[in-house]
């Protein structure tokens, strides 16, 4: 893997930074097998990670798809709801 893919998981990770460390670790682990999936299919590094869209926007995705699954009620976490629910309809590609 190569710097610029290094760097791209670097700044997603940044921008997960809201999230419990094992569920960041999820999904840093995730993308990176998806990044090195495509190189070992021939996808140069720089298709994979445009396919990919910003780290920031995929980061808000992830974000508000865990924050939509947890079963509490406290006003932090419906505030959370609230605002990255909308926001991740924006991720999906």
Request: overall charge neutral.
């Amino acid at each position: 893997m190569g710097p610029n893919a290094r760097t791209y998981l670097d700044t997603l990770a940044g921008h997960l930074k809201n999230l419990p460390i094992a569920e960041k670790e999820d999904i840093l682990k995730e993308i990176e097998s998806h990044i090195l999936s495509g190189l070992e299919h021939g996808q140069s590094e720089d298709e994979i990670l445009k396919r990919l869209g910003d780290p920031k926007t995929l980061a808000t995705g992830y974000t508000g798809e865990y924050f939509l699954k947890q079963k509490t009620t406290s006003p932090r976490l419906f505030f959370h709801k609230l605002l990255f629910s909308p926001l991740s309809v924006f991720s999906v590609r």
